[in-house]
């Protein structure tokens, strides 16, 4: 288990604070995950790699995490509602700082949409891996990125930095 | 040569489109890579697409690995919760079983028939070697260690030789009729079938219990012939 925990906590974490936003509860959530996993190891099947099956109860615990806090809205408002001391996109499009823009925009988009992309992105993550974890089709996985990636240049968009696409 | 790419705010994207972000990443199988660059070679307006998906790329392992990693509060309250957990007693035997199982359920159904048919013809040519072995032994000897000049000292350990019986079963007999038979006499086929006859061979008993063995023997509905033998 420690092999495992020291080989797969830090990502889980990621991926866990990303979706549910507050550190505190995203270190809550990696042990009860890694403990889901200590008492369910027997039901791993090996179909799928072991960060995949991670992620995927990592997502499942962050979602009853964020049900269970009534505070939490899972709209763009209440993500960009969030504070953050650091500049908002259009500041940073004024300093011609298309990459700290871009931060923000992945930080202020959707849940859905957020994971989607850190999960293809960060956790290099296939179609099909991404359907597993999701418990979405396939090509709704495809479709699901597109709009993410088009929702980013729409913030990017109003934040004032062209990209040259769409 | 734009028709890869399509105008997104008007139409569907193209399945090279939705295909980008994991060729950034490196996620992709290498037929559709393949399928990928050749359209990205093609279509400069796909090209810009895939340098904006770069960036994107780019910049969400930079928020994600800024996102830093968690205390060591999180190990401590798992080990600690696993520490409370009751002790679980992993069954040896469960996870053979499992193997066992988990092995042949991977075989293809025609695989197992044939395995099933090896392992029968397996049992029958090991059934037979042990039978021959048996009766070639049956004569043996044993002889002590100890040396004699003149004569050595033998002793014949060959146990009374069990009564044989050459048996020839009626045509309708079946093989559960002749098994039934044989169990029931506790006799083995230790020949045949030579013309249709058995030669059966039966616990040690005395003469005039083999006597009355063969008169119900011959009166046997599925034997039509039952006569004794050497």
Excluded at chain 2, 112 to 134: D, P, R, Y
């Amino acid at each position: 288990m420690q092999v495992l925990y020291g080989r797969h906590h830090v990502r889980v974490f990621r991926f866990g604070f990303r979706l549910v936003r507050d550190e505190q509860v995203a270190e809550d959530l990696i042990s009860e995950v890694f403990l889901d996993v200590w008492r369910q190891a027997g039901k791993f099947e090996g179909r799928s790699a072991v960060s995949t099956w991670l992620l995927a109860i990592t997502r499942f615990k962050a979602l009853s995490a964020l049900r269970r806090r009534k505070d939490v809205e899972l709209d763009d408002e209440a993500a960009n509602a969030i504070e953050d001391t650091s500049d908002d996109p259009e500041v940073a499009a004024q300093k011609k700082d298309t990459g700290v823009a871009l931060r923000k925009c992945l930080t202020a988009l959707s849940p859905e949409h957020r994971e989607i992309v850190d999960l293809v992105y960060y956790h290099e993550k296939s179609v099909e891996e991404v359907a597993e974890i999701v418990g979405i089709p396939e090509n709704t996985v495809k479709t699901r990125l597109f709009y993410a990636r088009k929702k980013l240049a729409e913030l990017l968009k109003a934040a004032g930095v062209e990209r040259g696409w769409p | 040569m734009m028709a890869t790419s399509k105008k997104i705010l008007e139409q569907e994207p193209s399945e090279i489109e939705m295909l980008l972000p994991w060729h950034a990443a490196g996620t992709l199988n290498a037929r559709d890579v393949r399928r990928v660059e050749e359209a990205l070679a093609r279509d400069p307006e796909l090209a810009r697409q895939y340098a904006a998906i770069r960036e994107e790329y780019a910049e969400t392992i930079g928020l994600n690995e800024s996102l830093g990693a968690p205390s060591a509060r999180a190990m401590q309250k798992l080990f600690a919760a696993i520490d409370g957990e009751p002790v679980r007693k992993p069954s040896a035997m469960r996870n053979i079983a499992a193997g066992i199982s988990g092995f042949f359920a991977r075989l293809s159904p025609r695989t197992l028939a044939w395995s099933a048919g090896l392992g029968a013809l397996a049992l029958l040519v090991q059934a037979g070697v042990i039978g021959l072995v048996l009766v070639k032994n049956q004569n043996a000897s044993f002889q002590t260690a100890s040396l004699s000049v003149n004569e050595p000292i033998t002793r014949d350990l060959t146990p009374a030789a069990p009564p044989r019986a050459f048996v020839r079963f009626a045509p309708e007999a079946r093989v559960a009729d002749i098994t039934a038979l044989l169990d029931s006499y506790q006799a083995s086929i230790v020949d045949g079938a030579k013309d249709g006859m058995f030669r059966l061979q039966f616990k040690p008993m005395s003469k005039d219990e083999t006597a009355g063995l063969m008169r119900k023997l011959q009166k046997e509905k599925i034997v039509s012939l039952a006569v004794a033998a050497q």
